[in-house]
């Protein structure tokens, strides 16, 4: 994934102590990591299974492993998916099927009372114990595809990024009716929003603004942090596996 509104500077509060005298400042900073690409990672927990009975030959082709809707952002850029497959007897593929039946029902007024659901292990100090799991020794075959979103959708618009990140913010300095200036003792608001949502993390900045005020415009235009911090959806660091 690519943070789509990424800048190479990042905020920096110099000083900020709430209610204090002394004014607050906010300055930029270069930043020191990269936070423009990074990469997802999930792993699948579905059962996916398929038969070669009736097949003419003892092999399968054409068979959906995954679907991606093309408007889901983790393809917006470079996709890999991993396909490992493995190669059961009739038993194991019965258990793992009736496994699969009784995990994925909808209908909770379902008619289907699972029950224990025996395999081929057993206790070795009781004999009426029930034992989960099933023990199989399975041939394994592996491999890793990459897919392009211009190659699939060549000339066509990326899908939306995850967040919404078109409309940026406009954080005020001082809080509106902030009475600390100078010398004078604080009798009214003064947290900083800006400062406030720079030290929880969720906002970055995205430019300046050559025209603020006191109290309506603030110094700096913002974004939500993801809009510009790739880091809030996945790890800046680049897999073992990746290709370009």
């Not at 270069?30 to 398929?50: K, Y």
């Not at 068979?63 to 093309?70: A, D, G, K, Q």
């Amino acid at each position: 994934m690519i943070a789509p509104n990424y800048d190479p500077f990042e905020f920096e509060v110099v000083h900020y102590i709430a209610c204090d005298t002394i004014p607050y400042q906010v300055d930029l900073k270069p930043r020191t990591e990269q936070r423009r690409v990074c990469f997802g990672r999930a792993s699948s927990n579905e059962l996916i299974q398929t038969s070669t009975v009736g097949l003419t030959e003892n092999k399968v082709d054409d068979f959906s492993v995954r679907y991606i809707n093309r408007e889901n952002y983790i393809i917006s850029h470079r996709y890999s998916l991993m396909v490992r497959q493995f190669t059961q007897t009739q038993d194991a593929y019965s258990y793992y099927e009736r496994l699969g039946d009784f995990s994925s029902s909808d209908n909770i007024f379902s008619q289907i009372q699972p029950g224990f659901l025996e395999g081929n292990l057993r206790s070795a100090t009781d004999k009426d114990e029930n034992v989960l799991g099933y023990f199989e020794v399975a041939a394994v075959s592996e491999r890793r595809m990459y897919f392009n979103y211009a190659d699939l959708f060549p000339d066509e618009q990326l899908p939306p990024y995850v967040i919404n990140c078109g409309t940026p913010g406009n954080p005020l300095l001082y809080s509106l009716g902030y009475h600390c200036a100078g010398f004078r003792e604080c009798d009214g608001a003064c947290e900083s929003p800006l400062i406030e949502a720079i030290l929880a993390g969720i906002v970055v900045y995205h430019s300046t603004n050559d025209n603020p005020t006191m109290d309506q415009f603030g110094s700096y235009f913002t974004l939500p942090t993801a809009c510009g911090d790739c880091t809030k959806l996945g790890s800046n660091v680049v897999p073992d596996f990746w290709e370009e």
